[in-house]
């Protein structure tokens, strides 16, 4: 029953804003890690930002930190990724993911995603 719905995405040309949302349902909110990863065409899947269940500490890629900012509302279990000047190498898939346990930057240790939304980023 467990549902984390991201919304927000779309096309938007270099040196924008885009502000993406997840929807989170089933769980626990408050107790999760929350987490940004996206993924390219024809690459891994890779981490972009988390925030803990205290909202107290954040985490982000370098390739991204100083302008992308992640933020979450427990009240309405939901989690937030402001992406600033945007740049062309940040066209990707971007997932939503709850962390219980794990290291907050490690794919392997999220325990539920979504479904993702399309950022497309254009030069």
């Known amino acids: 029953q467990v549902q984390l719905v991201e919304s927000g995405g779309g096309l938007v040309q270099a040196g924008g804003t885009l502000r993406l949302s997840c929807a989170a349902s089933?769980?626990?909110?408050?107790?999760?890690?929350m987490g940004w990863f996206h993924q390219a065409p024809g690459k891994e899947r890779e981490f972009v930002a988390a925030?803990?269940?205290?909202?107290?500490?954040?985490y982000y890629a370098d390739s991204v930190e100083g302008r992308f900012t992640i933020s979450r509302d427990n009240a309405k279990n939901k989690v937030y990724l402001e992406m600033t000047s945007l740049k062309p190498e940040d066209t990707a898939v971007y997932y939503c993911?709850?962390?219980?346990?794990?290291?907050?930057?490690?794919?392997?240790?999220?325990?539920?995603w979504g479904q993702g939304t399309q950022v497309t980023v254009s030069s």
């Open positions: 925030l803990t269940w205290s909202g107290l500490t954040t």
């Open positions: 993911a709850a962390n219980r346990y794990g290291p907050p930057s490690s794919r392997d240790e999220y325990e539920y």
């Open positions: 089933g769980l626990t909110f408050s107790s999760y890690t």
